[in-house]
């Protein structure tokens, strides 16, 4: 009899249009993916996939709705790298990292890239080197907010560089990029799929990318990666996956797993998300065991970062 209803709730579910949560604001980087991914699994899923943006607090507000949603696989978020940094970064998170989730499978690889105020004088990353050195705390550097992708990489960026530069903090990439852009403020190390657009306009300079890889797009192939410029090991990539409250049943999450699997594998989304930069998983991450794994060993590593430049939030 337990064959049969885990075949009933398969073949019934969903039966109605899914919602994918993205915890950041409209029209940024996880939203611009979240909304390419409910394209690709409409087809998958046999229904309307619809996105809710429910920005605030470094993700958390979004990550903590779902956490507390109905199990029913009706509700699902969509998060980046802040899934596994706020438990180290936030005093009183309002879930648990990652026992209150079920994994789904990770999306995306999305490196960052440093990017600098086209009137800075340094054009490379020696010569910005060469620049910080002499001016210290005189160099600013921009964020989209505590816990936001560039905050993230510019804690690493600092503790690689053994310097300390004055962080700006913007409410969400679309300020910080409008002030980088201005000049009023120096450096930014934001998601390729931001900064790519920016990059193409001639409206920012750069200084390497945050992978240990070179990224294969037009406007970054020619850009070394930090490690080649002389940041010994660095590597910080963005990632995004796919999550659904705990407790949701096994049919359902295997229904949804599969089909992430099926949406990763579409050839236009795969382009789309290649031309932003972004590398869509086809790895043993796609099992919610590795995805699990993975979100694991990414706590521990931010968790010493964040603990050594000691910025928390209540
Ligand atoms: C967003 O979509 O707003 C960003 O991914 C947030 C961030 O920069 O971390």
Redesign the pocket.
Known sequence: ALAATATLAWADFPDKPVTLV?P??AG????KIARDLAEALRKPLGQTVVVENA?GAG?TIGAAKVARSAPDGYTLLVH?I?MATAPALYRKLPYKVPEDFEMLGLINEAPSVLIGNNSLPPNNFSELRQWITANGSKVNLAN?GL?????LCGLMLQSALKSSLTTIPYK??APAMTDLIGGQVNLMC??ATNAVPQIEGGKVKVFGVTSSRRLTIAALKDSPTLAEAGLKDFDVQ?WHGLYAPKGTSAPVLARLNAALRAALKDPDLIKRQGALGLTVISDERLDPAGHRRFVETEKQRWAKVIKEAGEYAD
């Open positions: 993205v950041f604001a940024g980087p996880t939203d920005g993700g980046h802040g989209a816990g936001s992708a560039s905050h969400g990439t934001e998601q963005v």
